[in-house]
């Protein structure tokens, strides 16, 4: 499931199929078998709302958890760079030539975070990773090496300064493994199936065999894919914008 949701475009396809094959044998072969007849068609209809009404509230409620979780990380690449940024700063009070270093590793950094916001392909974010752990750690024994050489309130702050740099990048990594659970994404198309098969079993006569009969399966498709897509941190077309790391990038000359 989590690579179909990694794919909209698949998942639209793979949906729109599915819903419009349930809606089809709701009206071809359910209704075939059981007859709906005139004086249930008051009862049915209630069924028929009350199934619509909760697809929609699951959708509208998986739809806010999506955005709550896209703007979470958009609001952390934005932490990413102001702590980087801030340290930058900081540097400035260290002693030459750690201050030369430290400025060009954090630099490095950034690069290597606007990198791994703006790639999709597994093998090249695999490779950014791998350079990111090893530029941490440089950082880190640049600030430790300023604490020891400056056992001061500046070395301290120099030290605090890098220890946000590094639990920001491990709040974003946290953010990308955010995501809709399984058994939401379950529910939402067992009863878009359901609701598909509901209307198919209660349409009538020409309408049946109509257009119309596609307008239900092609709106909740479409609902899935969008949540599908703002969920998915690198499939689709909707992603995080690195705005803030770019800004902080051009600001350092860079």
């Avoid at 102001?82 to 400035?92: C, H, L, P, Q």
């Avoid at 969008?226 to 902080?248: M, V, W, Y």
């Amino acid at each position: 499931m989590q690579a179909l949701v990694d794919r909209p475009g698949t998942l639209f396809v793979i949906l729109l199929v599915a819903f419009i094959g349930a809606i089809t044998f709701g009206a071809l072969a359910l209704r075939r078998v059981f007859a709906l007849k005139s004086e249930e068609r008051e009862d049915f209809t209630i069924v028929e709302t009350s199934t619509l009404t909760l697809l929609a509230l699951l959708i509208g409620f998986n739809l806010s958890m999506a955005v709550n979780r896209y703007d979470q990380r958009k609001n952390l690449e934005e932490n990413e760079a102001n702590a980087i940024g801030t340290e930058y700063v900081r540097a400035d009070v260290v002693a030459p030539p750690a201050s030369a270093q430290l400025k060009a590793e954090l630099t490095h950094y950034a690069q290597l975070r606007l990198a791994h916001f703006q790639t999709r392909d597994a093998q090249e974010i695999a490779r950014i990773e791998a350079d990111t752990a090893k530029s941490q750690a440089a950082l880190w024994r640049l600030a430790a090496q300023v604490a020891k050489d400056q056992p001061t309130p500046i070395g301290a702050v120099v030290m605090t300064g890098m220890n946000d740099v590094l639990n920001s990048q491990d709040y974003s990594e946290a953010a990308l493994l955010n995501r809709i659970p399984l058994g939401a994404w379950t529910l939402m198309i067992l009863i878009g199936l359901f609701a598909c098969v509901v209307q198919g079993y209660g349409a009538r006569g020409s309408v049946r065999r109509g257009i119309l009969i596609i307008v239900l399966p092609v709106t909740v498709a479409l609902s899935l894919t969008l949540i599908a897509d703002i969920d998915s941190p690198r499939g689709g077309i909707i992603h995080i914008e690195p705005q803030n790391l770019t800004r902080l990038l051009r600001s350092l000359g860079q």
